[in-house]
């Protein structure tokens, strides 16, 4: 099994967090460490790109639950971008596009973060 | 050897000094001469002398040897023979000694003599015999062979000393005689035997070695005195050589041991003491062994401090843990002689306390003169008097994880070896220390393991024993936990009306925390299936339920299908979990009406996302539910079995039973995993329609 790795980019007033790799039970926690990270940095908001994401299991599933809420009390959100459909399936039989916003692009999420201001 | 060989030996012998005895008298008073006999009479007494020194080995054979005492022994059997002796004196020079010759008058004297010369003869065996037993006491090479050398020469030179026969060699008795003395002297350089004694048994040695050499003076002198020079030469003449080669041998070698045992006195504490601390370590190093109560190796730790460097007090302290700036916090596990107080006020953490400088050094801590050096003076201002100390860490992998600490009353208590000592001591008691603690680890660590087994059994019984039944359904399950306990759950539920409900759920994440949700989830469909019309009311309201008890990251994917076997109908709602497999005839598609997983968000998304849909079932069609685990199983270049698999797999076999439909789903997955282990748990149920009820 490949590793997982998780690295974060900062751009105007967005963060981007790049994902590669298999996301389950295991390699869950580095997401979480990224998560709370920005969250103590104060950066709500957070765009997750999937480009290099090859799997992701429930557990991984669940650190994007633990995070949603605080993220978005503070006027933030978490948004999802460049899936693979086979990334994408996960995500959509758990019911994830009701609760997320996915994009297709990552300048189309960092985009609507912009034009919220 | 035998009791009867004994009773043979001593009775023979007696029998032998009888009979000469009896001939002696009877030959005296008739005045019969025969030359042969006397040769005959001679050879008898040397038979029965060895006869006496068979019984005499036999009696010794087999017990130990106490060294002080066998030569205590030694000392009052020759007092004795010296009393008898002197009145042989005594009685030789009184003026009845001028009847000699009247026959009744020689039987007692005569008797007296054979008595006398009888003693002697056991006396002299009994000394070779003990002093035999000092030299072999851890004897070297040579040892027995000088020893049977001055047997050999004493043999002769006794035997030679007929007046009879040194007409023919009259210096060899003289030369044997010497040579004997030579090898006495060899002999008694050996005293081996000394420096194994302690203290107390080497006093009582040199006192004993002392009165054996004035002892056997006496002797020498004694079978010089005429009278008993007459009286042994009348009973045997060869005993006088023997008996006074053997005086000279007492004489010497317990001359010599009592000037070498006041040699060894000096260091006799020395060798005590490395004995004792031999010992200990050894004990140590057994204990080693035996660590299964913590609290009895810890007391025995300082037990063994107090023998093994004299301590007057000591106590073992275990480090619990250490701050940033060096400070530590320390729990005392055991102490002797020395209270929790006055361990406080010693060990009192300053700056400079004991601890810090053991722990900054790594190495052992000598605090010679407690009262005045610099590092100890707080303790005599708070009225706690100690000579001198000794610290020492205990280190396991480089790490200090205790220290172990001895006083003594008195100043400079405490030398190298004593620092030595204590430091291998230390070892072994970390060594000891982490042992027990491993032990008591993976004791628990098997209670861990027990708890989990019986949760296992536990979970195991919360999935359905037996399959529902029905002539118009054909039904096969199976779930398999990927490690002990697992997240999955299915289940059926009979309701009104010809109604069966059919559940497969997956807990998000693994172990111990999805097996009580899952356990929770089973509470809640059992409860609340029968009060729901609709799979879709059921999930909404299962969500209700746990949106409240579920952590946030925690999540519970959930199919739900009731099957009207009246109408043949399936209605199927989903929440987030993988799509039910739908085969009828040789069309498979997957049913996936839309929903989420169940504690994800608030009731209003829910509901309005969870749909539910309904199929119209033709005779042979096959329902499918399952878990991730079975199209999430992965071969060995880790790729997925995934969804594609799973539909022909199930196409294949649309024509068998349900249970052989489940079986070669299984054996698919297996094939295509190879030995690679399942990763996730594995739920699947298989559901066959087999035609409407009968009316």
Known sequence: MSEFKVHQRDGEGVSVIDLKGYLDAHTAPDLENAFQKLIDEKKFNIVVNC??????????????????????????????????????NVFDLLGFPILYEIYKDEQEAVGKFAARK | MSRLKKILFISGALVVFLTVYVVDVVRHTVSVDLEGALYLREGAIIGAFFLLYLFIRGERLGKPIAIPKSIGKLLMVSVLVILVGSMVVFFGRSPAGEGEGEPPYFAIVHLLSVVFGLTLGLFSINTLLT?????????????????????VLLMCASVLSFPMMSGELPLAPTLLFAASVVMIVVNSFKQNWIVYLSRREKLYSIGYSALLFLAFIALNLLTTQSPVDQVISSFHYPLKTFAQLNAIFGAVYFGMAFISTLFHLPTA????????????????????????????????????????????????????????????????????????????????????????????????????????????RHIKKQGVSIGSLLSVPLVSQGEPIGFLHATKDFEFGFDQDDIDVMTTFADHVTIAIENSKLIEKSLKRERYQQEIMVAQQMQKRLLPQRLPYYACLDIAAVSEPSMEVGGDYYDFVKLDGDRLGVVVGDVSGKGVSAAFYMAEVKGIFQSISKLCASPRELLLRSNESLTESLERKAFISLLYGIIDMQKGTLTVARAGHCPMIYVSGLDARMVRPSGIGLGLTNDRMFEEATQETTLELRKDDLCIFYTDGINESRNHEGEEFGFDRLVQAALGSRFQSAENIKQTILTEIRNYTGDSSYGDDMTLVVIKWLGHLEA
């Open chain 2, 131 to 151: 002093i035999k037993d000092l030299l072999l006491h851890k004897r070297r090479k040579g040892t027995k062979r000088n020893l049977v050398v001055y047997v």
């Open chain 1, 51 to 88: 480009k290099d994401l090859s799997y992701i299991s429930s557990a991984g599933l669940g650190v994007f639950m633990a995070y949603i809420e605080d993220v978005r009390k503070n006027q933030g959100d978490i948004k999802l971008t460049n899936m693979s459909a086979k990334v994408y």
């Open chain 2, 269 to 376: 504490e020395v060798y005590e003491r490395k004995q004792s601390e031999l010992t200990s370590l050894h004990n140590l190093s057994r204990l080693v062994t035996q660590v299964f109560d913590f609290s009895d190796l810890v007391n025995t730790v300082t037990a063994m401090t107090l023998e093994v460097v004299g301590a007057k007090s000591a106590w073992l302290e275990l480090i619990k843990e250490r701050g940033a700036n060096g400070q530590v916090a320390v729990e005392v596990v055991s102490n002797r002689n020395i209270s929790h107080e006055m361990i406080e006020v010693i060990t009192m953490d300053s700056e400079s306390s004991l601890r810090r400088l053991v722990l900054d050094s790594k190495r052992a801590l000598l605090i010679d003169d407690a009262g005045s050096d610099r590092r100890t």
